[in-house]
């Protein structure tokens, strides 16, 4: 089964960028990593979704290296309302939809 | 606007009491799912439906069933709650199988069984 590891929680300043990585050792071959972004009292969103090397939309970029063990979720300059619970999602090679596995998530603080 | 609704933000049970939470999507969407959130374990697949009253157990679907007898609307029943299922559960939808689309989420219902 697929495991994903994020570190629990991160600190930063405004305007800073924050990087957070996500290993995921069993990843399937097709699958993309998606990343979701949870604000208090609020279902997950989705922020970006990517296969490898690099995507960027409007919100963040992801980093994927050739390996795919692992994807960096890369948020420029963030403000205070980038406060929230990020989380990476994979697929398991045993296949399935009921393989789709979350992260724990990674518990971001903007501070002032 | 997507919207996934649930029917109840907070709900308080008793043990032993049959449970019921809806999820409704106004997407026309295929697939409806069950996940549960609890600190430090992330969210969790109960259950998944791809169609009307088609569906498939997720990771941890003991103590659980569901019933789609609708295309919007999902729910979750739990037979006879317990306190370790005291947790916050969220339905998402997405418009095809394919397991890489984008699911969209409801608000969650925060769930107690006393």
């Known amino acids: 089964l697929a495991k994903t590891t994020q570190p629990i929680s991160m600190d930063s300043y405004e305007g800073q960028e924050v990087n957070i990585t996500c290993s995921h050792n069993n990843i399937a071959t097709n699958d993309y990593i998606t990343w979701y972004q949870q604000f208090p009292s609020q279902g997950p969103r989705f922020i970006i979704q990517?296969?490898?090397t690099k995507v960027t939309n409007e919100v963040a970029s992801l980093f994927i290296p050739a390996d795919r063990k692992s994807s960096t979720l890369s948020l420029p300059r963030v403000s205070l309302s980038d406060t929230a619970v990020y989380y990476c999602l994979v697929g398991d090679q045993s296949g399935g939809y009921n393989k789709l596995i979350f992260g724990a998530g990674t518990r971001l603080a903007v501070h002032p | 606007d997507v919207k996934v609704t649930q029917s109840s933000r907070y709900l308080v049970k008793r043990t032993g009491e049959k449970v019921f939470l809806e999820c409704v999507q106004d997407m026309d969407h295929e697939n409806m799912f069950w996940y549960r959130q609890d600190p430090g374990l992330g969210l969790r697949l109960i259950y998944f439906s791809y169609d009307v009253k088609m569906k498939e157990k997720g990771d941890i679907p003991e103590g659980y069933s569901v019933s789609r007898e609708k295309k919007e609307r999902f729910s979750l029943i739990l037979e006879s709650a317990s306190t370790n299922q005291t947790s916050m559960y969220l339905c998402?939808?997405?418009?095809?199988?394919?397991?890489?689309?984008?699911?969209?989420f409801g608000p969650g219902t925060r769930l107690t069984v006393l």
């Open positions: 998402a939808s997405s418009p095809f199988l394919d397991r890489d689309n984008e699911q969209f």
């Open positions: 990517g296969y490898k």
